[in-house]
């Protein structure tokens, strides 16, 4: 036990804040999702008080065989090849049928008035507030706090249009490093602040060269000449958090921080938007 105290006093706390930041901003967000979503279910499953009682069993039959269907196909695709991110679905299709069912069963023994679908509509209304508060506001307060505290953007060259280009010293020059560990390790060293770096890394950059073709003018002839030309590349970096640090070793406990595209030309144009082109 002493030796658990031990250890726990020497960890250096800022890597288990930023997971527990993490894992707030997830759960915010998960909430936020889910109650929207299962309340939509429950006002439905309502709504159905106004069509014929056996019109509304056929429909919950049908809508029981779809998601069961749906349902066994997930599970043979996810032992087949190994893929589980199909029953999430699953659980979520379960979850909507329960309250939607539930919906259905509380107007087959209660009269839904017309106070009470009023009352519901504006329950509806601020749910749905809530559902935008959390899809635009909360991601934006996230990356905010990560681009100050933790990552540098200037090296990644996010920027907008009326601020300086990137330093001479950024991702786009260092990315064209040959050897992948020299690479990576120095992309990490300036990528993410002094504070942080035991316990974030970036831990894959994977990149796609965008290649079009281009028309050159060419004097004293009719025709312009075509040829291809690279005209951007695009990367995908994905930063990870070790929250007990020790990063070099290989079993370490991980969890991905954020993810994101960057553009190499859109880094350094002088019109347009931030170069950060959508997060993935």
């Known amino acids: 036990m002493k030796n658990f105290v031990q250890k726990w006093k020497s960890l250096n706390k800022i890597g288990l804040k930023l997971s527990l930041i993490c894992g707030l901003n997830w759960l915010v967000g ?10 939509s279910a429950v006002f439905a499953g309502m709504l159905t008080y106004y069509i014929p009682e056996k019109a509304r069993q056929i429909t919950l039959d049908i809508l029981v065989l779809l998601v069961f269907a749906n349902c066994v196909v997930s599970l043979v695709y996810s032992s087949f090849l190994q893929e589980f991110r199909r029953l999430k679905s699953v659980l979520y299709s ?18 839904l ?7 519901l509509l504006i329950l509806g209304s601020i749910s749905f507030v809530i559902l935008l ?6 991601p934006t307060i996230f990356n ?7 990552i540098n953007k200037d090296y990644l060259g996010i920027r907008k249009t009326t601020d300086e280009l990137p330093p001479q010293s950024n991702i786009y020059v260092d990315a064209d490093e040959k050897d992948a560990n020299k690479r990576m390790k120095r ?3 300036n990528a993410i602040k002094p504070a942080y770096q035991e316990f ?4 894959f950059l994977n990149r796609e060269v ?3 073709i281009s028309y050159k003018i060419v004097q004293f002839e009719k025709e312009n000449k075509r040829t291809f030309i690279d005209t951007d590349t695009i990367y995908y970096p994905v930063f990870t958090v070790h929250p007990f640090g020790n990063i070099g070793g290989k079993s370490d406990f991980y969890h991905t921080l954020m993810k994101f595209k960057l553009s190499r030309k859109a880094a350094f144009i002088v019109t347009g938007e931030l170069s950060v082109l959508k997060k993935v």
Do not use: C, P, W
């Open 200 to 203: 974030v890394e970036l831990s």
């Open 187 to 189: 992309i990490n060293k």
């Open 30 to 39: 998960f909430i936020s999702k889910s109650q929207f979503y299962l309340f």
């Open 210 to 212: 965008i290649t079009a």
């Open 94 to 111: 379960l979850a909507l049928l329960f309250f939607l069912e539930a919906g259905i069963q509380y107007v087959s023994q209660h009269t």
């Open 133 to 138: 508060l959390a899809k635009f506001i909360l």
């Open 144 to 150: 905010h706090y990560l681009f100050k505290n933790v």
């Open 113 to 119: 008035t017309e106070s009470m679908v009023d009352r």
